[in-house]
């Protein structure tokens, strides 16, 4: 077997996020449209024989200011620990996997950095070890792991693939309609025509996912107004409206602040906390992120003129 595997595992974006009441399994459903971005993650992962399964975890994190970083997680946390753990298990196979991660994607931002590298190792064992796993099969391996893996694997196959050479349909980023708990899954062409220019921003606090789903259901256990506006995404006025002082004043001054540069699309990603901005002019986008940079902690943007 080949024993070591170097993989870039990108972000994604929620164009639109609509998330379903919760269920009897304790998930909520959703319908929303990713969007993968080429803010990476890049791991390598080598792995040695050994008696028993065991792996470690190097994590560089230089490029992202250290609150919004995961490198305090427990090793047994790391979903890459435990993507690795699950391939393991399945395929009853023993070995010592050291994973270095030069991290650039912020935790608890709702760009699926975390599920990204979760997907990344997962389809790097694939590679490594004989009798892999179908892509699909290897999509249901990571809804073990978390709700958005499925999507990342399915992005980072693409890219990967030589026959499809990583573009997506018609030539732009890659993109998918996403539903149920995230494991239906459906390839379309991205909503923004390209090329488009991207804006992120981190407002210094992180968002834990579970919290954001328990306010949005006391949100909806509350009384609202009949007339009430519809979100792109369902979160941000669950934020505005019941969030802690730091997040409403956050995504009031943030949001306010990106509107300045009249984006085609703007809006909050996942449960936040990255809000976004997509410019179809650059001297927009690029003044946006000039400007952005001297009143945010954290600022990354790219144009999306080519695929993943």
Not at 24 to 37: K, T
Not at 80 to 87: K, M, Q
Request: glycine share 8%.
């Amino acid at each position: 077997m080949n024993n070591s595997i170097t993989l870039k595992t990108p972000c994604k974006i929620n164009a639109l996020l609509k998330v379903g009441e919760r269920r009897e399994d304790g998930f909520h459903s959703i319908e929303s449209v990713f969007i993968a971005l080429p803010l990476y993650d890049t791991l390598t992962f080598t792995a040695h024989p050994a008696k028993s399964f065991s792996c470690s975890i190097l994590m560089n994190s230089e490029t992202i200011p250290a609150a919004f970083d995961a490198v305090s997680l427990p090793l047994e946390k790391n979903i890459v620990y435990r993507a690795a753990g699950l391939f393991s298990g399945k395929k009853a196979l023993s070995f010592h996997l050291e994973v270095h991660i030069q991290k650039a994607i912020p935790a608890g931002a709702g760009l699926g950095g975390a599920s990204s590298d979760g997907a990344a190792a997962l389809a790097a064992l694939n590679r490594l070890f004989p009798s892999p796993f179908s892509q699909y099969e290897l999509m249901a391996l990571g809804t073990e792991l978390g709700s958005d893996v499925p999507f990342f694997i399915m992005a980072l196959e693409n890219a990967l693939c030589d026959s499809c050479g990583g573009a997506d349909i018609e030539g732009g980023p890659f993109c998918a309609y996403v539903s149920g708990r995230g494991e239906h899954i459906l390839r379309i062409p991205c909503p923004v025509k390209t090329p488009f220019w991207t804006v992120l921003v981190h407002p210094g606090f992180f968002s834990s996912t579970a919290r954001a789903y328990a306010l949005l259901d006391e949100y909806r256990a509350a009384p609202r107004p009949a007339n009430e506006e519809a979100a792109l995404n369902h979160f941000l006025p669950v934020f505005l409206q019941r969030g802690n002082p730091e997040e409403r004043d956050g995504y009031t001054k943030l949001t306010a602040d990106l509107q300045t540069y009249s984006p085609a699309i703007m809006g909050l990603t996942g449960s936040g906390s990255v809000c976004y901005a997509i410019f179809t002019n650059r001297q927009s986008a690029e003044t946006a992120a000039s400007t952005l940079k001297n009143r945010w902690p954290w600022v990354w943007s790219d144009s999306h003129d080519a695929s993943l």
